[in-house]
């Protein structure tokens, strides 16, 4: 028997590689899917968790706060959820709007205060994880959130001089994330004008 014949049988069958690759495959996926099964409940939980902070931050007076649903017309990509904040007194006083516009490298995460009059109260950043480092994240910098404070809906971006009444600066470098959060927040503001409509 010459050595390239005892070579070729030494070497595993094409058979018996993708068995060994699946059986391989199949583990990983089991494994997976109970890292998945013990981590889900424990990520939705602080997903409402920062939901609820944020609210609690645009809104500290708030002693409550109800789930509204999402009028049917409306992105849920863009539009995850609606929130009233009343009072304690059980006063009115506002919506705060969950809102995911597309910023340089993919979603901006947005918590959007709207007063009963249509104008914004403040904006939380809840997460910027897909924009540029040093660019796009410092949208989350108060320095540029808090721009949105008090502002007259709909907002307009600027790339320079001084900001008025509905304007704010875009962040020098990232206009594009600048804009991205400022549609967010204009489209938060039609939302909650639309489910204020349905509340009437």
Known sequence: MTQAVKAKKKEPSIAKLGIILFIITFCVALVLGFVNSITKDQIAYQAQLEIQNAIAS?????????ELAVPADVDKKRISSVYAAYGADGEFLGFAVASSPNGFGGAIDLMVGVLPDGSVKSVRVLSTNSETPGLG????EE????????????????????????????????TISSTAVTTGVNLAVDVAAEV?????
């Open 196 to 200: 204020a409509a349905q509340m009437n």
């Open 143 to 174: 320095g540029f959130i808090t721009q949105y404070d008090n502002k007259p809906a709909p907002i307009a971006v600027i790339k320079n001089g001084e900001p008025g009444d509905s304007e704010i600066l875009a962040i020098t470098g990232a």
């Open 58 to 66: 645009i809104y500290p007076d708030a002693s409550e706060t109800t």
């Open 137 to 140: 994240t410092r949208v989350a």
